[in-house]
């Protein structure tokens, strides 16, 4: 276990890291807003990765332009499903919505499956990030890096978006204090669906950066769902700067895990989340207290 | 004498003008007088068609089933065994509770004579003790583990086309005498990987090889991340990265085995299963070159290249060697039953003990007494980079034969006691 | 117990009784064990108002358990059953104490997390629980009584499941289960009127627990075996799905729920190539039409018939 190894591992942390910030961050502005816990998130992340596939297989449409198209395609069919299915359920138990993206997440499992088979899509690695650098010992691929800086990139964006504008400031009171952004008269309602197109497009956004370096299959956000749901929680529900650094954490933490033992890496995850459960309810990062 | 000869020509000539891939079994010339228990023959089909083995055999495989019943009457006349032959078929979406009750009504309310396929090793294992308790056959293809085979082998179960000793013994060998004797082997943490992990430990260090570490990923892989083990690959510089992840988990890792240039640090890449489909979803040129054992090629002769262009017509794929082996079980479980004269079990099981037989799946068969593996030749393959290839599905080039001796686990390591 | 519920309990009886001879004997056996499952998440959900998304942990540590002690020490099945039930409730004690700290979606996300560690723990101890492949060739015994069918095996575990029911039945019908009503829809109120919820609540999880234990001990000794997929977090889901499917709170409405999707998901099997689009489907139709689940509609519809026809029949008679 040299330190050099150690060192890649962190890097690859990050890597991971980034898929988690930018799905959990998605899951927590939605969740923030709207009260609900998408469980339709892995499929979205899924969607968008199908998109860009699909940008480059009929269209010959690639990577950088799939970057900004795929999310915000992904982030309209978002806006249909807040509109006809989501919005019915508001203000009711958040039990309903949750088990609606359920269903959801297996009708567009399902559907893509139908279409394109289970087994996968191939999509290239952009040429111009196809290169490696050398870090310490071992040479490290690029595109990696790349996601690791985008992803951050976005993710503080986002930070911008909500700290800095007026659709943050609703964002940020209807989050935090529900009934009191209500009380002052401020329509959160027409917010709403702004934010679950944000929240959906960071997913789909994800979706893309996988697709060079995951495989792109209609199950592939089956289980991370389920791992997302966890970051989100160590980071404290609806949570912004939380479900970033968790994610990031996380990633970090459980790559440095498969150090020692590569297999724990899922036991660390969920064993992190009933302690901090019990320990900080509202989550690491949080400084309120939940229920 | 004169009437056989004639329908034995009339029913070649039938063959050949359907362009019928039509095995050649070895005593398939008896004109045998067949009686059906309940009058009719059902043949289950249990698999996924849903969810990740959907691809490799699902549907399609039903199809091949299909195949050859439609192709056995045409040679052998549409009475060929005295009643009506019924393919039924059920989705198990790798649920072995689902896949158990589902057995259990074939068996018991379709009056299912066989079960074929069943991909997934604890639904197999399922389906196997359901089989011994009705007393019905069952000819397991897709699945992997030796079990089948070993602890929990019966009288009614047999396993067709491939376990993890014949990829072991195929792979494990060639790649430690040609390519490379330093192994380090990566596997999916269950149980399909830790076979794949003991068999081909045993094969590489039979053959001179070592295996300088073995670690297990996690499983599920929930990430899709494998980049741990391949930057310890990087560190650990093996001839061989033998990898035993199977379907969306071996795409992952060789997609990122690529992104971290391993093979550009000579690293070569040692796969312990792979299907025609993951060959797709990974893309054919960054596969290119990488050998691997597997019990059939479609384009491996006139003979499978006639039945892959019959099956394309049919369902627009090649088929995989799973498609090819139910299409082949089938029609060899029919074959038995002329033999036998009955669709009885215990008859047919009879006859199919020690049977020895060619088809175009396979080659020097022998279906052996004691545990029930068909004994048969495995192919050593490489995948063609795509500038080699004819069409699109033509992946792969046969590069030799392992006798079935040498593919087929010796029986004193089965502890089969049936 | 009132008529209504004599009549009920007389025609669920009946029902299991037949079950297994207008389906058959497996599947009947998959719907009466999955109904008690679901009961055990209603117990909780319905009457505690705990949504317990991780209730696989405590079906599948009774299996593998039952299984274990089955295959071990050939134990008849009644027995090995109870072993199941025992594990499974000390398996809840822990984790019912620490989930119970938490509220709503918060305990649910606790509950999953742990049996989550439960899948990766049992898939690890490989040489105890057989890994992926499970523990295989489960014996079905009971002395003096060959079990070697489905059916003989749904008959002879009947009883247990009926008890199980029972039980879960008297819970929400004592002054524990009114006490945990109110916790539900109050629990500061039932604080001060000096209830200890916390333990309350704590009792209920581990009676749950046990109840889902003595499902899945059923469920693996019937199946011959137990595998990982009694501890994944889509059979918590699918306890879920049946319990609010049938219908919260009304204990039967886990029965119904469990019916629709076992008959569903085995019709499905045969019949469509797309499972998941039908299910899902379904899901969302149910959320967005029949919130209060299937089971209160039936109701409803039973009360409007049986109006209209003693209105008919008044009619007729004057």
């Given at each position: ?17 980034a ?47 799939a ?72 040479s ?66 994800a ?22 749901f966890a ?23 459980a ?31 949080s ?5 | 004498?004169k ?117 997934t ?15 019905k056959?069952y ?15 019966n ?43 003991k ?16 670690d ?20 650990l ?65 006139d ?93 792969s ?22 | 117990?009132?008529r ?19 389906l ?48 071990a ?52 101890l ?22 070697g ?74 199946n ?22 049938g ?30 689009i ?14 209060r ?18 209105a ?7």
């Amino acid at each position: 276990m040299d330190l050099g190894y150690v060192s890649i591992q962190l890097f690859n942390g990050l890597v991971n890291g980034a898929f988690y910030a930018l799905l959990s961050l998605g899951l927590a502005i939605i969740f923030g807003v709207l009260r609900v816990v998408n469980f339709a998130h892995g499929a979205v992340y899924m969607l968008g990765a199908f998109a860009a596939y699909l940008l480059l297989q009929q269209f010959d449409i690639g990577f950088w332009p799939a970057l900004v198209l795929a999310p915000i395609g992904v982030a309209l069919l978002g806006v249909v499903v807040e509109r006809l299915l989501l919005r019915r359920l508001y203000g009711l138990d958040p039990l309903y919505n949750f088990l609606l993206t359920f269903g959801l997440a297996l009708f567009l499992q399902d559907a893509m499956r139908l279409r394109f088979g289970i087994q996968g899509q191939p999509y290239p690695t952009p040429d111009e990030l196809s290169a490696s650098v050398s870090l310490g010992p071992v040479s490290y691929p690029v595109y990696r890096l790349f996601v690791i800086a985008f992803s951050l990139l976005i993710c503080v964006a986002t930070w911008y978006l909500i700290e800095r504008t007026r659709l943050g400031m609703v964002v940020r009171a209807a989050t935090e204090r529900a009934e009191l952004t209500r009380a002052l008269g401020i329509d959160v309602d027409r917010w709403v669906t702004a934010v679950f197109a944000i929240g959906i497009g960071l997913a789909a956004l994800a979706g893309v950066l996988a697709a060079p370096m995951r495989n792109v299959a209609p199950l592939m956000g089956s289980e991370l769902i389920i791992l997302t749901f966890a970051v989100v929680v160590i980071g404290g529900l609806g949570s912004i700067v939380g479900a970033v650094t968790a994610g990031f954490l996380i990633g970090v933490l459980a790559s440095l895990g498969a150090v020692f033992n590569p297999a724990f890496e899922n036991v660390i995850v969920f064993a992190l989340m009933a302690v901090v459960l019990l320990v900080r309810p509202a989550g690491l990062f949080s400084s309120r207290e939940a229920a | 004498m004169k009437r056989v000869l004639a329908l034995a020509m009339i029913a070649a000539v039938v063959t050949a003008a359907c362009g019928a891939a039509a095995p050649t079994g070895g005593a398939s010339a008896s004109p045998a007088q067949v009686t059906l228990n309940d009058g009719k023959l059902v043949i289950g089909v249990i698999n996924d068609q849903s969810l990740v083995y959907a691809d490799l055999s699902g549907k399609n495989a039903v199809e091949a089933v299909k195949m050859a019943v439609e192709d056995f009457k045409a040679k052998y006349g549409e009475n060929a065994l005295g009643g009506p032959i019924e393919v039924i078929t059920a989705d198990h979406q790798n649920k072995p509770d689902l896949a158990s009750s589902k057995a259990q009504e074939f068996y018991e309310r379709n009056n299912a004579d066989i079960i074929l396929d069943v991909p997934t090793s604890s639904a197999a294992l399922a389906i196997a003790k359901v089989a011994n308790d009705e007393k019905k056959l069952y000819i397991n293809i897709t699945a992997a583990t030796t079990d089948l085979t070993g602890v929990s082998c019966n009288k009614y179960t047999f396993h067709y086309a491939y376990d993890t000793y014949m990829l072991a013994a195929g792979t494990g060998k060639w790649v430690t005498e040609n390519l490379g004797k330093q192994w380090y082997i990566i596997y999916p943490n269950y149980a399909f990987g830790q076979d794949m992990e003991k068999s081909f430990r045993g094969a590489v260090t039979k053959f001179g090889g070592t295996v300088v570490q073995s670690d297990g990923s996690p499983f599920p892989n929930t990430s899709g991340d494998f980049s741990n083990l391949l930057v310890k690959a990087g560190q650990l510089k093996p001839q061989i990265l033998g990898v035993m992840q199977a379907g969306g988990d071996l795409v992952n890792v060789v997609k990122q085995y690529n992104q971290f240039k391993l093979g550009d640090q000579g690293i070569k890449l040692a796969i312990g299963l792979l299907f025609d489909t993951d060959i797709t979803a990974i893309g054919q040129d960054q596969m290119a070159g990488v050998v691997y054992t597997t019990p059939w090629v479609w384009s491996m002769d006139d003979q499978s290249k006639a039945f892959a262009d019959k099956f394309l017509k049919r369902t627009g794929i090649r088929p995989t060697f799973a498609h090819a082996g139910n299409y082949s079980a089938a029609w060899q479980y029919m074959e038995a039953i002329r033999r036998a004269g009955t669709d009885d079990a215990d008859a047919v099981v009879k006859q199919l003990e020690g049977y020895k037989f060619n088809d175009f799946f396979i080659r020097n068969g022998n279906i052996r007494a004691e545990d029930h593996w068909v004994m048969h030749d495995a192919l050593l393959a490489q995948v063609k980079p795509a500038s080699e290839a004819k069409e699109k599905f033509d992946y792969s080039k046969v590069l030799g034969t392992i006798p079935a001796e040498t593919a087929s686990r010796p029986l004193a390591d089965a502890g089969c006691k049936k | 117990m009132t008529r209504r519920d004599i009549a009920l309990l007389v025609v669920g009886i009946g029902i299991a009784l037949v079950l297994p001879r207008v389906l058959y004997s497996a599947l009947a056996l998959r719907i009466v064990l999955w109904a008690l499952f679901a009961v055990s998440v209603d117990l909780l959900l319905g009457y505690g108002g705990m949504l317990s998304f991780g209730h696989a942990a405590f079906w599948g540590a009774g299996g593998y358990a039952a299984a274990l002690l089955a295959k071990a020490y050939q134990l008849p099945f009644p027995l090995a059953a109870l072993g199941g039930i025992a594990v499974a409730m000390a398996l809840a004690a822990p984790i019912g104490y620490l989930a119970i700290r938490r509220r709503g979606i918060y305990f649910a996300m606790v509950t999953l997390a742990f049996a989550q560690m439960l899948f990766y723990v049992v898939n690890e101890l490989r040489d105890l629980t057989g890994g992926e492949n499970g523990v295989q060739g489960v014996p079905k015994i009971l002395p003096g009584i060959s079990l070697g069918r489905t059916s003989d095996f749904y008959y002879a575990a009947l009883p247990l499941v009926l008890i199980g029911f029972f039980v879960a039945y008297r819970i929400v019908h004592s002054p524990f289960g009114h006490v945990l009503v109110s916790i539900r829809d109050n629990e500061a109120r039932a604080q001060a009127l000096g209830y200890p919820t916390q333990r309350y609540k704590l009792i209920a999880f581990v009676l749950s627990g046990g109840i889902a234990g003595l499902a899945g001990s059923l469920f693996a000794i019937g199946n011959s075996f137990a595998s990982l997929e009694l501890l994944h977090w889509t059979t918590s889901g699918s306890a879920v799905l049946m319990t609010v499917l049938g219908g919260m709170g009304t204990l039967w409405g886990g029965g119904v729920g469990a019916a629709i999707v076992l008959l569903l998901e085995d019709s499905l099997s045969s019949v469509t190539e797309a499972p998941g689009i039908v299910t899902g489907a379904i899901l969302i139709a149910i959320v967005l039409g029949f919130r209060r689940g299937l089971a209160p509609a039936l109701h409803t519809a039973a009360v409007l018939a049986w109006a209209r026809l003693r209105a008919m029949r008044a009619a007729r008679e004057a």
